[in-house]
C-alpha cells in the first residue's frame, strides 16, 4: 500500500530553520506530482508549496516565498521542504501529498487534487 512518512519537524525559535523530509513507498514516486500543506489549530488546510514530478517545477504560497524551498530526490523517493525565517504564523502540522500524473511539470496547489496523504509533522514556532 502507498505510505506517505514525513519527518523533520520540531520546535525552533522564530528566525531559525527546519526541513522537513517525506519518503514515499509502494508508488512509482517520479510519477508523482508532490506537495507540501499546512493546517494551523482552528485554521483550514492550506498549500504551501508543490512540485512537479521531475523537480523542474516549483510552486509556493505567497506567504511561504523566499523563505521555503521544495525539493525532491526520485532516487530516494523523497522530497523535502527547507524552511527558513521561520516565524510564529509557521506554526501548523505540516502534511506532505502525491499525486499521480502523465505530464513531468504539472503542479497542484488545490488539496483535493491529492490521492495519498501522510500523518503529517508538527512544526512550532516560538517567539
Known amino acids: 500500500q502507498v505510505q506517505l512518512v514525513e519527518s523533520g519537524g520540531g520546535l525552533v525559535q522564530a528566525g531559525g530553520s527546519l526541513r522537513l523530509s517525506c519518503t514515499a513507498s509502494?508508488?512509482?514516486?517520479?510519477?508523482?506530482?508532490m506537495g507540501w500543506f499546512r493546517q494551523a489549530p482552528g485554521k483550514e488546510r492550506e498549500f504551501v508549496a508543490t512540485i512537479s514530478r521531475s523537480g523542474g517545477n516549483t510552486k509556493y504560497a505567497d506567504s511561504v516565498t523566499d523563505r521555503f524551498t521544495m525539493s525532491r530526490d526520485n532516487t530516494k523517493n523523497t522530497v523535502y521542504l527547507q524552511m527558513n525565517s521561520l516565524n510564529p504564523e509557521d506554526t501548523a502540522v505540516y502534511y506532505c501529498a502525491a499525486r499521480l500524473t502523465i505530464y513531468s511539470s504539472i503542479l497542484y496547489s488545490d488539496d483535493s487534487a491529492y490521492r495519498y496523504w501522510g500523518q503529517g509533522s508538527q512544526v512550532t514556532v516560538s517567539s
Open positions: 509502494g508508488l512509482t514516486f517520479s510519477s508523482y506530482c
